[in-house]
């Protein structure tokens, strides 16, 4: 199997839909770096990180559980899986609840939910994303629209890798809250004021 044909990692996705540089440089290049969100993502995660499960009710709740799509080529881990006695599967995602568009963390869930889809063989239509901050949970519809989504996303992160090349960079409010900021160098190149203008709206805090 070439590098090209590896399995891609579920947080790929995630990366991909917030910025392909940033990606890129985590996947293609194994560039990471910390920082203040990153941080406290870890923290966010650090209880879901360890596997293990609960059970309560009818619901058995496994954490860390080892996720991955042969159809798509995709590996990851779920934070956190029920397990409900009527025999639905429902993933949901941690997150530390910085502000960001929900589409990067839909994206992701979605794609945990296909991959639950083909290990188990049953549908799977709802997951959620649990804010760690505010301690509440989104329930999200995995809908036909979010698994073309993936699908798009993993051929796009796919043709990347197969290229080795980077993406240019976004150049305009993500960066502020890009870990890569000193590796990437994004203002090398100047932004469109018109793309900058449109981005800054798009990623205004959610709250
Ligand atoms: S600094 Fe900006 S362009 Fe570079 S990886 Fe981060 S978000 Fe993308």
Redesign the pocket.
């Known amino acids: 199997m070439s590098e090209a044909e590896d399995p891609i990692m579920l947080s790929a996705l995630q990366h991909w839909s ?2 392909p ?2 990606c890129a ?1 985590i996947h293609l290049e194994q560039a990471f770096d910390e920082n203040v969100h990153t941080m406290r993502g870890n923290a966010a995660h650090a209880r879901v990180d360890e596997p293990g499960f609960e059970s309560f009710e009818d619901v058995r709740s496994e954490r860390a559980l080892p996720v991955w799509s042969d159809r798509l080529g995709l590996v990851g881990k779920c934070d956190v899986v029920e397990f409900h006695s009527d025999g639905h599967l429902y993933p949901v995602e941690y997150k530390h609840g910085r502000k960001k568009l929900q589409v990067h963390d839909d994206l992701q869930l979605a794609a945990q939910a296909m991959c639950l889809e083909e290990m188990f063989g049953r549908p799977v239509t709802q997951g959620a994303i649990y804010h760690h901050t505010s301690r509440r949970r989104r329930e999200v519809a995995i809908t036909p629209e979010l698994r073309q989504q993936v699908e798009e996303t993993v051929a796009a992160i796919r043709a990347m890798l197969a290229s080795g090349k980077l993406p240019p ?3 305009d409010a ?2 502020k809250e ?1 870990s ?2 000193d590796i ?1 160098q ?1 203002q090398a190149i100047a932004p469109s004021s018109a793309h900058e203008l449109i981005a800054q709206h798009l990623f205004e805090p959610e709250d």
């Open positions: 917030y910025c540089r940033q440089l960079p976004v150049n993500r960066c890009c890569l900021i990437c994004p």
